[in-house]
């Protein structure tokens, strides 16, 4: 298995961004059109940004706890090889 794992296609990164950006600009076009006082469609646009906020956070996070697993694990598999090497050596 390699260190990198499987790259996304590039069809599948421009789906996320256009999806995104689709979802992003339906919100904002139902909180333009909305029949509701000024006031409460800026507290809904600031929700709306805090939650996109705190999902790439959210992201962002996972992600690193996720690789910083998989350093860990790559670390304990060096250290166990290395002492099945030295015991293989003293055989020998």
């Known amino acids: 298995m390699s260190p990198q794992g499987i790259p ?6 421009n789906f996320t ?22 006031w409460l469609k800026a507290y809904f646009a600031m929700g709306t940004l805090m939650l996109v906020q705190s999902c790439i956070t959210l992201t962002k996070t996972t992600r690193d706890v996720e690789e910083s697993r998989k350093l860990v ?20």
Do not use: C, Q
């Open 8 to 13: 996304h296609s590039p069809a599948w990164v």
């Open 17 to 38: 961004y256009i999806a995104f950006a689709t979802a992003l600009g339906m919100i904002g076009t139902g909180l333009v059109l909305a029949p509701i006082d000024f």
């Open 73 to 92: 694990n790559r670390i304990e598999e060096a250290k166990a090889e290395r002492l099945l090497m030295d015991i293989d050596r003293g055989k020998e």
